[in-house]
């Protein structure tokens, strides 16, 4: 499943929310899960933890550690994509 993100009004982010909707997808795993998959290999997952959602990075969910949090999901993928930089 690929995923559209909104973009916030400053150009420069919404400049980096396009690069990162083009270089990613995002798949559910279970409930309040998703996994952000590159090209090639697991960047790393967000977490819904009722309104806040956790960045993670790791290729697998159990050794994967928390990067950060925001209240707005596409922040968080913003997090892991960065975080494989």
């Known amino acids: 499943m690929a995923i559209q993100m909104t ?8 400049a980096h929310a396009e690069r990162v909707t083009d270089s990613v997808d ?4 279970a ?4 996994c952000v998959l590159g090209p090639s290999a697991t960047l790393g997952f967000v977490v ?3 309104n806040l ?5 790791g290729r697998e969910f ?7 949090e925001s209240l707005s999901f ?12």
Do not use: N, P, T, W
């Open 7 to 14: 973009a916030r009004a400053e150009d420069g982010v919404k």
């Open 26 to 29: 995002i798949s559910l795993l």
């Open 31 to 34: 409930d309040g899960i998703y």
């Open 48 to 50: 819904q933890d009722g």
């Open 53 to 57: 959602f956790i960045a993670r990075h």
């Open 62 to 68: 159990l050794m994967s550690r928390s990067i950060g």
């Open 74 to 85: 596409d922040v968080c993928v913003e997090m892991v994509v960065d975080s494989r930089s």
